[in-house]
């Protein structure tokens, strides 16, 4: 069946998943902690998810030091753009392409209009 080759994006859980969702979600308070690349400060958003941190094609564990949790917002930016095989390298690339300076009037209304950009 060549059909099962491909389709392994999704990665595999544990068993007790959602025993070791719950305990994470709590263990950071049930906010997410994401840390934001332009504030250096954790997103605190209440949290929805619980992510790896290091996904398991990369080679990451069901272990709580690789799990954290994650508000919709960031685990879906996080997920879109992992595709497992972008690590630190892509993400330090992405930034270097991030845009240009512009007046920092028009930023302050666009942040507020628009999710964080990390
Ligand atoms: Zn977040």
Redesign the pocket.
């Known amino acids: 069946m060549a059909g099962w080759e491909g389709s392994n994006r999704r990665q595999t859980l544990p068993p007790n998943w959602a025993e070791i969702r719950s305990r994470i979600l709590k263990r950071d308070g049930g906010r997410?902690q994401?840390v934001r690349g332009d504030t250096q400060r954790k997103?605190l958003?209440p949290a929805t998810d619980v992510d790896h941190r290091i996904s398991s094609a990369d080679g990451g564990t069901d272990d709580d030091s690789n799990l954290q949790s994650?508000?919709g917002?960031?685990h879906r930016w996080k997920s879109s753009h992992e595709g497992g095989q972008a690590s630190g390298a892509a993400r330090r690339a992405h930034k270097q392409a991030a845009p240009k300076p512009v007046h920092p009037g028009l930023v302050a209304d666009r942040r507020e209009l628009e999710p964080?950009p990390f």
Do not use: A
Request: proline share 11%; aromatic share 22%; net charge positive.
């Open positions: 997410c994401w997103c958003r994650l508000c917002w960031h964080p």
